[in-house]
């Protein structure tokens, strides 16, 4: 696997081969899955909030040399001292979500580590680029986790902040494969990201149950929960999530038994963070060979439409 020609640049500032970007899923984004992604050519990441995220930045050099990133999620971390361990574990990049951008970026660029921030508004986009950031990773309403219950469609979002800004877009929500990938591409992402799709897949290392569910999942296999206010949780759609959705009960709550669904299998036992992607995964292949189909099939898929379109020109 080569880098895109002619440079990329989420590749440039990642380190990646390819321009694609493991999602940051607590607990689930660990040494493994980001040391499968990365030495698959693209970029996996290390979620920091849970204890076990924060020791995989070390343990994760036991698995790869090549780059791999972390994920700061705000809402749950301010401690600037997580700028010190990055440094530490030789991140060089980082992507910031659920928060300010601004209360990290000026620290992190001063330790010389590369920040794209998550957003799902044009209006945070905005703010974010105001901040400094290097990047964002745009992320659509038919994502898996927290959510704006207002918040529009990768197919929306995307262009719009597109046309907005002028540093590099990943794209995320809603994507899983080469065609979703090269529509993307046309519609501003200079890279993509994965959630659902890595999730559910042979390096992934939750629970075969958990695999099965997204396996099993339909078009209408996720459900939005309420959290408060204009924010939302999307999940995958279980017996509990059905329960707290039917009686308008926020989902937080059952977050706490979360580890006992990914990692025991029990689906009872909590609510999953799961992208409405799930309805178009019916395998659990490698992630390299997701992460390559992805990007040498994304180049196919674009010159196949352009053909079709100069055809139809013709006619």
């Known amino acids: 696997m080569t880098a895109p020609e002619p440079p990329n640049r989420v590749c440039a500032l990642t380190g990646a081969e390819i321009p694609i970007v493991q999602a940051p899923m607590t607990f689930i984004a660990g040494a493994q899955l980001a040391a499968a992604v990365s030495n698959a050519g693209g970029l996996g990441i290390i979620e920091t909030t849970s204890e076990q995220g924060r020791a995989d930045l070390r343990r994760v050099r036991e698995l790869t040399e090549r780059p791999v990133g972390a994920n700061i999620a705000l809402l749950f971390n301010r401690d600037p001292k997580m ?12 992507t910031t979500s659920a928060g300010d951008a601004a209360l990290f970026a000026d620290r992190l660029h001063d330790a010389g580590i590369t920040v794209f921030h998550v957003v799902g508004t044009l209006a945070d986009a905005k703010k974010a680029v105001d901040a400094g950031v290097d990047g964002l990773v745009v992320e659509g309403a038919e994502g898996g986790g927290f959510k704006n ?38 519609l501003g992402a200079e890279g993509v990201q994965m959630g659902t799709r ?96 992805a990007w040498h099939g994304c180049r196919d898929a674009l010159g196949a439409t352009a053909a079709r379109l100069a055809a139809a020109g013709t006619s």
């Open 83 to 94: 700028v010190e361990i990055l440094v530490e574990n030789e991140i060089r990049f980082v």
């Open 149 to 186: 219950r207002f918040g529009a469609s990768t197919m929306v979002l995307l262009p719009l902040i597109a046309d907005h800004v002028d540093v590099p877009i990943v794209a995320a929500g809603g994507i899983c494969d080469a065609r979703s990938m090269a529509a993307a591409m046309v």
């Open 198 to 293: 890595l999730l559910a897949c042979a390096d992934s290392p939750v629970h075969a149950n958990f695999k099965q569910a997204v396996l099993d999942a339909d078009d209408n296999g996720t459900v939005l929960l309420p959290l408060g206010g204009r924010r939302m949780m999307r999940v995958i759609r279980t017996p509990v999530a059905q329960r707290l959705d039917a009686e308008g009960s926020p989902g937080a709550a059952a977050l706490e038994s979360v580890p006992r669904l990914y990692f025991e299998g029990d689906l009872e036992a909590s609510v999953a963070n799961t992208g409405q992607v799930a309805g178009r995964i019916d395998d659990l292949r490698p992630a390299a060979d997701i992460i390559s189909e």
